[in-house]
C-alpha cells in the first residue's frame, strides 16, 4: 500500500491573524504529522522568526515560510508552493479554516483505500463572526458528487484534498477569476477525476459577510470560470458568458455565485426580447383591462 505524504499549502500574503489557530489545529491531527509538511506562501509581511514560532505551535520541524514576491496574487502563490512541495496529497487551505482532528486521518484513509477517489472533499462547520447575531453557526451538508453541481455552483466548500497527479493535470490556479477554486475543481472534473463527498465535518470556517466588490464583480468572475473551461459547459452558458463580459443587455450576472444553465440563459434570452418586442407593456395593459370589467359590468347593471 503506498504510503502518501501530504502537503499543506495555505496562502498568507497579507498576514492573518487567524493563521496560528490554523496551525494549532493542524498541530492536533490524531495521526499523520510525521507525513506532513506545511507551507506557507507570504511575503515580507512575515517575520523572519516566523517559522520558528509556527514549528513551535504545531510542534514539527517541517512547516516553511516560502516567500514570494511583493506583486503575487493569490493564485500564484498557491502555484508556486505546489512547485515547491514534496506531498503525493495536496490541500489547499485559508488562514482562517480549523481542522478537525480526524482530518488527516480520514484523508489519507481515503485516498490510499479508494484508487477511484482523486479529489476528496467533506462537510464542514459554519461558525458565525463575533457580533453579529444574524448569522447562526451549524453544520453544512454538501451534496454528493454531480458534474451538473459543479458546474452551476461551487459544492465543494472549505479544505478539500486532491492527489498531485490530478493538480498536474490542470493548469493551476488562475488569475482572472477570483472564483480560482471553484475554477480549478472544474478543471479537474474535466480531466475525468473521481471526486469523494465525505459525510462528516473535517473542518470549519467563519461566514464572511459578501461585501459590495464581491456581488459587483460576481459575474464577470462567473463568466472567466465558463470561458476559462469551455469544453466542460453547454454552448448556450458559453454564449451567455460571452455576452456579459461584452456587455449585451440581455445578460445578466444572474444568482449570486450560480451559473446558469443552459435552460436559465435561455429563458433569460427570451424574457429580455419579450421586454424588447413591448411584450410586458402589453401583458401589463392586459391586467388593467382585465381589473377594469368587473366595474364596467357593474356599472352597465
Given at each position: ?80 508552493a505546489v512547485e515547491e512541495s514534496h506531498g503525493s496529497l495536496l490541500a489547499f487551505l485559508r488562514p482562517d479554516y480549523r481542522l478537525d482532528p480526524k482530518y488527516l486521518t ?19 462547520i459554519r461558525l458565525a463572526p463575533k457580533h453579529d447575531k444574524s448569522i447562526r453557526p451549524g453544520m453544512v451538508q454538501l451534496p454528493d458528487f454531480d458534474d451538473g453541481l ?149 356599472a352597465s347593471r
Open positions: 500500500m503506498t504510503k502518501h505524504y501530504v502537503s499543506i499549502i495555505v496562502s498568507d500574503l497579507e498576514a492573518n491573524p487567524s493563521l496560528p489557530r490554523l496551525l494549532q489545529s493542524v498541530a492536533r491531527q490524531s495521526t499523520g504529522l510525521e507525513r506532513t509538511e506545511v507551507i506557507v506562501a507570504g511575503g515580507d509581511v512575515h517575520s523572519a522568526s516566523s517559522e520558528s514560532l509556527w514549528s513551535a505551535i504545531t510542534g514539527m520541524d517541517n512547516v516553511t515560510l516560502l516567500r514570494v514576491d511583493a506583486d503575487a496574487t493569490p493564485a500564484s502563490a498557491r502555484n508556486r480520514t484523508a489519507i484513509s481515503v485516498f490510499e483505500d479508494r484508487a477511484e477517489a482523486d479529489v476528496m472533499y467533506a462537510d464542514y459543479l458546474h452551476s455552483r461551487n459544492i465543494l466548500g472549505p479544505a478539500v484534498m486532491m492527489r498531485r497527479e490530478t493538480f498536474d493535470a490542470t493548469v493551476g490556479f488562475r488569475d482572472n477569476t477570483v472564483y480560482r477554486d471553484w475554477d480549478l475543481w472544474i478543471q479537474a472534473a474535466g480531466a475525468g477525476a473521481g471526486f469523494l463527498h465525505v459525510d462528516y465535518p473535517l473542518s470549519s470556517c467563519e461566514h464572511a459577510k459578501v461585501s459590495f466588490r464581491e456581488r459587483a464583480e460576481d459575474g464577470r468572475c462567473k463568466a472567466m470560470i465558463v470561458i476559462n473551461n469551455q469544453s466542460c459547459f453547454h454552448i448556450h452558458t458559453v454564449k451567455w458568458a460571452l455576452a456579459y463580459l461584452r456587455g449585451d443587455s440581455w445578460a445578466h450576472a444572474y444568482s449570486f455565485m450560480v451559473i446558469p444553465t443552459a435552460m436559465e440563459v435561455t429563458r433569460m434570452m427570451h424574457e429580455y426580447h419579450m421586454q424588447q418586442m413591448g411584450t410586458d407593456v402589453l401583458t401589463r395593459k392586459a391586467i388593467r383591462q382585465f381589473d377594469l370589467e368587473p366595474h364596467t359590468i357593474q
